[in-house]
């Protein structure tokens, strides 16, 4: 479903929404308090049958956040030291660190322009070329709000015996042919960092997936490998997610899907005011629903026009202005990614969130439009 097409809804008043919902989390979390218990208990079992139900997945496992939920995923499908893990480049450093963390390496692969996507024909060249059996696997990184084609994808892995661990940060309730992001990999990845679609008030992550085997392992892992208490059958670690973040997530999931839906509102407003303008829009892809965690534009002009729009008070994001081939700490001279770097330079993301109205963002794109008639 495209954003033009998607169900039109009335703006929500910004402050009846936060006052509805912050007296549904201060009820969650005094529910909490008053049980006495705070890791591990009901509120934690409940968010997680919850989230695999709306997700349509086997299980899911909460964690501590969605850095180790990525490592934590990895882990349980055999991925470690001398292993390579396929992925983009213009995603925040935290997919990268996860790989690392388990001692194997990224292998960074160029992007779709129109997507911002990973290309997933230069994943099958890539793959055909090389013909390395350390490739173990492959993380798509669901961007802004749109997935992958995911059952191309997975036709890929199945013929390079390649493990798919999906990076839905970016991803709450995204649909590839009806079907949610989160439930096509062997294993998924979620943050609920606040900013998220779906947020916590703090840290929060959760794994996601169809075999019980492995989410058996997860569950092993983000608690020190413990079948039984103070005694580990594996190497684990500490990466739980506690009662209070299961109960506030528990209240936010019950208003993801309105949320989502308002996004796309204001997501199709952007579209028609931006329109016709020297300036590169978000598009849908075929199949795909979008869930507007970010709108991002392109511009060569970037730097102009955030300043100009700062001076109107209106406060712009960049994900991601350094790609991390590029980033001092993954610094790799040799390797171009001339899509990924062309991106990292002009995207910009424009407001948009669920305590903005329509006419927030027809402000927005009057100070977008004038910047452009200007010059």
Not at 66 to 78: N, P
Not at 121 to 136: C, W
Not at 329 to 346: D, G, I, K, S, V
Request: hydrophobic residues 45%; neutral net charge.
């Amino acid at each position: 479903m495209s954003s033009a097409s998607s169900s039109k809804i009335l703006p929500a008043d910004p402050k009846a929404t936060y006052l509805a919902a912050q007296a549904a989390i201060d009820a969650a979390m005094q529910r909490v308090m008053n049980s006495g218990v705070y890791i591990m208990g009901p509120e934690l079992v409940a968010f997680e049958k919850e989230f695999a139900d709306w997700l349509g997945v086997k299980e899911v496992v909460g964690v501590a956040n969605g850095t180790d939920a990525i490592e934590l995923a990895l882990r349980a499908v055999g991925i470690g030291p001398g292993d390579k893990v396929l992925t983009a480049a213009n995603t925040v450093t935290a997919t990268v660190s996860a790989i690392g963390a388990t001692g194997a390496t990224a292998e960074f692969v160029d992007i779709d322009p129109a997507t911002m996507l990973i290309d997933l024909g230069a994943v099958e060249t890539l793959l055909e070329t090389l013909r390395d059996p350390t490739i173990k696997a492959i993380i798509p990184v669901h961007l802004y709000g749109q997935a992958v084609d995911m059952p191309r994808l997975m036709a890929i892995a199945e013929r390079y015996h390649l493990q798919v661990i999906e990076d839905c940060a970016q991803a709450h309730g995204s649909l590839v042919g009806g079907k949610k992001a989160g439930a096509w990999g062997h294993l998924a990845a979620f943050s609920f960092y606040p900013t998220k679609n779906l947020g916590a008030l703090g840290d929060a992550g959760a794994v996601a997936g169809r075999d019980p085997l492995l989410l058996t392992q997860v569950r092993l892992l983000r608690q020190y490998g413990w079948r039984k208490r103070y005694v580990s059958d594996l190497p684990g670690r500490n990466s739980r997610l506690d009662e209070l973040q299961a109960a506030i997530l528990r209240v936010r999931l019950t208003r993801l899907e309105t949320e989502n839906m308002h996004r796309a509102e204001l997501a199709r407003h952007y579209l028609t005011a931006l329109a016709n303008l020297p300036l590169q829009l978000p598009i849908v892809a075929i199949g795909r629903t979008h869930t507007w965690h970010q709108f991002v534009v392109r511009t060569p002009r970037r730097e102009e026009l955030k300043a100009q729009l700062e001076e109107k008070n209106i406060f712009c994001g960049i994900l991601y202005p350094v790609p991390v081939h590029r980033q001092p700490a993954y610094h790799n001279a040799a390797l171009h990614l001339p899509q990924t770097e062309q991106a990292c330079a002009e995207v910009l993301s424009l407001p948009l969130h669920p305590g903005l109205t329509v006419a927030d963002v027809l402000r927005v794109s009057e100070a977008v439009r004038e910047f452009f008639t200007a010059r």
